[in-house]
């Protein structure tokens, strides 16, 4: 249900081979119950809301339809066809379907082709599940001879291994998968396979295996044209096979190679049916004379595949071209523009949790921004080692899975074999002994029957147990990335914004006033680098006020935003407000909720005075209000984001209540109220 995707550099191309049945069919009852033809025909000229709309009546039908083979493969074809419509939801449940069905009919054949689906179902979200079903489905094809079907599921498995970083196993699957379809006529999936072959023996570092690899996918790509087959999806296959073998030139430090090569599949009708994969071909080429000292027009060409990336929103593949932009102007000696598009590239890699960009940018950034030398260096250690430390549990888990099914089965024929004996021997026993003994031979078969049941309960108890423990992790995990996004953006990046703001201003002056300005500044640095060695370290930890007064720390926020534009910022609160009594968990978020304002308020608002104002109700309610005379926005029209987000997600964290008000021409206002605990 897939092919292979361009594996070295982060552009991505998914290739899907689609049968198209050329023989009309019309949705008329057949002679096999009730059951519906699915009209092939009729459903590719649809549009995908249609389609799915057509997959849902076609499911709901069968609801009350008799388990023939008809509905199973009804069930099959839209868990199919619900797949490359990405509803990956209803795919599951239409091959789940099928696989219950399919094994009530001992229908073998189906119950492989449901654990492939189910499997394919799994592949990008439960890895280690998609290869469970990969396996089991393998091994039915094996018992029922069909060896194209095995080949593919070594395949998959394969695939997956690539995926998850191991690249020894994947090999071993590929050779396996490759020898079962050396007679295949699916020449798709010899391409795949082929490909992937190449890709995996790069990331092991056998270069010129690797190249054969690539060199029998193109041999593939051959016959698909003797075939007829689709002149564009063949002309994608051999754009994205050059670019794998001029990845493998570039590694080998033959630029030229992999010039001529690139340079003869970029063409206008490339740009114009496929502009994403003409973007690639074009900072690969870039790339290629860079390393090879051929600087002429580099510049351009980095910038034009960059423009169109992001003309059609494709971050991912600018992440790669900036990082490219870097390293050119790295060999131009042009450190102020290198260091701006890694500092860009290496922020978006961040947001997009894309760790090998991160590790690129980092690795660079070390070498040319001696001011955060060590910050870079330490966080790519960082980086590295959690990367190890995951591989490492990983690596064996996919032998294990098949390690752990053998013995599976192995205890199955044991205790089948063992069944069949006592079953003998209780017969024997019984034409002996008489009565007595069938008496003896029950209790016992009762005492087995019972610990068989014990040990069910307690396979099921563990297998429950481990469940809740893995969605505790992953909970977890998620909560911790959410923390330090958080964190870096409240507070790293709106310091880091007022200092530069703050440098920039005083940078131009020369007087004894704007050096200890500068000096104030630079200091600040210092503390920003002391603030995310702290949120490396805990993010919980309750540091952030350790030897400050919390409303001298508002006074001094506050009072350095005037002079940074033309707004005057005034601040003021009730008087004998004691904020020792006040716990830090609300100090924090509540100077990050006007950290955040001030920033969107300096950004967008053209504010000529703002009010920060903070009261006690009741003696237990705080009450925030940042009122500005600024342009206001449209409440319904503006996009909301990451800032408002942070402010709401710190709002609800306190149990609080927001408000904001705004009209175009009209001011903002921002009142956040929540209960505090003394």
Known sequence: MKYIYKFYIPFILLIIAVTVILSERKPLKTHAGNHFNFNEVYFRKISNIEKEKYLDSIVTSLNNESNDSVSRNLYLKAGEEYYYLNNIRKSFTSSEIALKLSREAKDSSRIAKSLYFIGDCYENSQKDSAYYYYLQAQKI??????????????????????????????????????????????VKLLYSCNTLMGNCLEKLFMYEQALKYHQYALGNLKVMKRNNLDSDEVNNFNVSSVINICNLYDLKGEYSKSIKE??????????????????????????????????????????????IVDSLGYTSDAIYKKIYLGE?????????????????????????????????????????????????????????DSINSIRSRISNKYARIEYETIIVENQNKVLTRKNFYILISSFVIFLILSSIFVFVYLKYKNKELRFVKQQQNDSDEIYQLLSEQNEIINTAKEE?????????????MNKLYGVRMNLGFFNTKFDDKSIEKRKEYILELQNIEREIRTISHDLSRDSFFEGSDFNTLLSNLIANQNGLSRAKFNYSIEENFDWEQVQNIYKINLYRIIQEALLNIHKYSKALNVEVKIQLLEDKILKLSIIDDGIGFDMNAAKKGIGLSNIKERTNSLKGNLDIRSEAGKGTQIIVMFEIAR
């Open 262 to 307: 690139l340079s003869a599949v970029l063409t206008e009708d490339l740009k114009k049916k496929w502009p994403r994969m003409y973007a690639s071909v074009l900072s690969n080429l870039a790339y290629s004379k860079m390393k090879n000292k051929e600087y002429k027009d580099v510049e351009f060409m980095f910038l034009e595949s960059l423009k």
């Open 328 to 384: 050119f102007y790295l060999t131009q000696k042009d450190t102020l523009k290198s260091l701006k598009n890694l500092k860009e590239a290496y922020t978006t890699s961040v947001g997009m949790n894309y760790t090998n960009d991160i590790l690129k940018t980092l690795r660079l950034l070390t070498k040319i921004d001696n001011r955060k030398k060590i910050f870079y260096a330490n966080r790519y250690i960082d980086i590295s």
């Open 141 to 186: 094809y094996t018992l029922i001879e069909d060896y194209e079907k095995v080949g593919r599921m070594h395949f998959n498995k394969a695939y997956v291994l690539f995926y998850d970083g191991n690249f020894v196993e994947c090999e071993v699957e590929l050779t396996k998968g490759l020898n079962y379809l050396k007679d295949s006529n699916d």
């Open 480 to 492: 911790e990335k959410n923390k330090i996004a958080r964190e870096l953006h409240d507070g790293v």
